[in-house]
């Protein structure tokens, strides 16, 4: 029988959440750079505006997602690092 300590594990863990962020942020800056502006102000910008512009739209929702996921991972990532979660 292998046994795996928890720390190895979450060694492992740590990496492929630190590669996913890594994603995630750079997708951020590819928005950030392309409309000069954080998310925030470009939520309100497209929720303010009366026209529909599918690129922007398209933009929007994808960049949404990304926020998100970054969100997301980042909290995963302070989980793992305070070693809270539980190996089946």
Not at 8 to 33: I, P, T
Not at 70 to 84: A, C, M, P, S
Request: charged share 35%.
């Amino acid at each position: 029988m292998l046994t795996i300590n928890k720390n190895k594990v979450a060694e492992w863990m740590l990496l492929s959440y630190l590669s996913e962020q890594k994603y995630f942020y750079d997708k951020l800056l590819f928005f950030e750079k392309k409309y000069k502006i954080t998310f925030t102000k470009f939520e309100k910008e497209i929720n303010d505006s009366s026209e529909e512009l599918f690129e922007k739209w398209d933009d929007y929702i994808d960049w949404k997602a990304y926020t998100n996921f970054h969100q997301n991972i980042t909290k995963t990532i302070e989980d793992v690092r305070l070693g809270n979660f539980k190996v089946a």
